[in-house]
């Protein structure tokens, strides 16, 4: 099994940041690529960030472009998501994914394979 820990979220003022974090444990082997979504208050889950397990290539939603930065860290089975000019419409609860199939990070939640609970970030205006 894998266990999927994120943390980092709070209140803060628009224009402000934070950095998410999330550690991967158990059963994770190698080669994996990890990402983030959020899901907003009634809106669907979305796609946010994701990384591939060399750190090397990342892609971003439009959205996020130029404010979010995913990266690697802790031997790889860590990923962060600095996240900085927030916005109220950044207000989600962010989760943790990863994908065991490779590599390679895709923006689409059914390539995922393990889920975080989720952190709460809200952005006040």
């Known amino acids: 099994q894998v266990q999927l820990v994120e943390s980092g979220g709070g209140l803060v003022q628009a224009g402000g940041s934070l950095r998410l974090s999330c550690a991967a444990s158990g059963r994770t082997g190698n080669n994996y690529a990890m990402g983030w979504f959020r899901q907003g208050p009634g809106k669907e889950r979305e796609f946010v960030a994701a990384?591939?397990?060399?750190?090397?290539?990342?892609r971003y939603v439009d959205s996020v472009k130029g404010r979010f930065t995913i990266s690697r860290g802790g031997g790889k089975n860590t990923v962060y998501l600095q996240m900085n000019s927030l916005k109220p419409e950044d207000t989600a609860v962010y989760y943790c994914?990863?994908?065991?199939?490779?590599?390679?990070?895709?923006?689409?939640?059914?390539?995922?394979?393990?889920w975080g609970q989720g952190t709460q970030v809200t952005v006040s205006s």
């Open positions: 994914a990863l994908d065991t199939s490779g590599g390679v990070p895709v923006p689409l939640i059914s390539g995922y394979d393990y």
């Open positions: 990384i591939s397990w060399s750190g090397g290539s990342a």
